[in-house]
């Protein structure tokens, strides 16, 4: 059979695509890992999020740093050994971000505990996991007015002295909280923490009655005690 000139581009062309497929696709590979706790019992049930590095660019527009390609990112369960396995990623830097089905045990991406991303080269990356267990302070707020049921902005976040953070979530041990809400946040054991609220509702501390101001210090909690702990507030 006789190829013109034509005929033999195309095949060049699809020749060249096939073989970058297959580069590419050689050079993917999984991140396994296992999740433990700090007495290293697997975890199992955890959520694990990764997520890839994006490189920044100068927008050639106005020169402004823009992202240079799409992030990766997605989620795997640890199975009842605390193994995972994500799929075949591209090379470069993730990061891993791990939640447990246990209030108690805290991601290592909070309270500045984040660990290295890690890299993927040629070949699989295999990494464990340790998730601190903490204390939980359960955040009860009363609201007899309903406002909260509203979608009124209410927030809560624990803070350390030297600003480390995490944001409260809905408290998994409360079935329903009524007109009120129901807020949890694992904290350090043996660590005093600021509650910090974010909202634009007037609210006390039923213990005391004092004012609780928002964006600010209002209340001191220390997680001396390997208990968890208690704290109720009231909407006014």
């Not at 240079?68 to 795997?76: D, E, F, L, N, Q």
């Not at 979608?151 to 409360?174: C, E, H, I």
């Not at 007109?179 to 039923?206: C, H, Q, R």
């Amino acid at each position: 059979m006789k190829l013109n000139a034509a005929s033999l581009m195309n095949k060049h062309i699809v020749i060249c695509v096939l073989s970058a497929v297959s580069v590419w696709s050689a050079s993917t590979a999984p991140i396994t890992g296992t999740v433990v706790d700090d007495s290293g019992n697997p975890v199992a049930g955890a959520a694990v999020i990764y997520h890839g590095f994006v490189p920044m660019t100068l927008s050639t527009k106005n020169n402004h740093p823009v992202p240079a390609g799409t992030a990766i990112g997605g989620s795997v369960t640890a199975n009842s050994a605390g193994q995972f396995t994500t799929p075949a990623l591209a090379p470069g830097p993730y990061s891993l971000c791990v939640y447990a089905p246990d209030p108690h045990l805290i991601s290592n991406c909070d309270w500045a505990t984040s660990q290295p991303p890690v890299t993927i080269g040629p070949t699989a990356i295999d990494t464990q996991i340790t998730l601190r267990r903490g204390v939980v302070i359960h955040v009860a707020t009363s609201d007899p007015n309903g406002r909260l049921v509203d979608n009124a902005r209410y927030y809560l976040s624990a803070m350390t002295k030297t600003g480390a953070y995490a944001t409260a979530q809905k408290d998994p041990t409360v079935a329903n909280a009524g007109s009120g809400t129901a807020l949890a946040v694992t904290v350090p054991k043996s660590t005093d923490v600021y509650l910090f609220l974010d909202t634009e509702l007037t609210v006390i501390n039923s213990a005391t009655g004092a004012t609780v101001l928002p964006g600010t210090a209002g209340l001191l909690v220390a997680a001396s005690s390997a208990s968890d702990l208690q704290v109720s507030l009231a909407i006014q």
